[in-house]
């Protein structure tokens, strides 16, 4: 991707929930920041907290995602990179951003959610009383183009995986 320095840049990281998308993308913030400018972080979390938004349901999610890619949009029209580090597993909001978003880059954080329910990566997935969970209740849609798919078998810290992710985004980026 040539990027318009004119404009931010959507770091949209995809992944399911437990895939450490966050944490890498925690990582890899100030290097963001240093190479491509003022840069905010953003996880599905901290939007849900932020927006006080609370439906878990595939239609309120999709309607979710799609308020979120409205905001990243007028964020880095404003010349501000963002670090999204959301589920967002359906294709809908990914097409926008393609669309819409000139400087998009879509990170797909691959992992296998067998690995994540036996490591114990996230509570939801143990708790019998918490439905809509993306991957077991609801059916992800997995990036099919994304401009960077990182593999997280959890065989590697933190550090190694955030050190290959920005080698790629190097690669990607100019």
Known sequence: ???????????????????????????????????YGPTLLFSGDDLRKIFCLKGHSKTERL????????????????????LFAVVGMFNAPRKWNKK??????????????????????????????INNIMGVDIEPEFPKRSNIILVNNFDYSIKILAKNLIKKIRKEIR
């Open 100 to 129: 819409n978003i000139k400087n998009y880059c879509e990170i797909y954080i691959q992992t296998d959610l067998k690995k994540i329910i036996k490591l114990g990566k996230k509570k939801i997935y143990q708790n019998k009383k």
């Open 63 to 82: 309607k979710i995602l799609k308020s979120y890619c409205k905001f990243a949009k007028h964020i880095t029209d404003n010349k501000i990179n963002i």
């Open 1 to 35: 991707m040539i990027r318009d320095k004119k404009k931010g840049i959507l770091f949209w990281i995809t992944g399911l929930s437990g895939s450490g998308k966050t944490t890498i993308s925690k990582e890899i913030h100030s290097y963001i920041e240093k190479y």
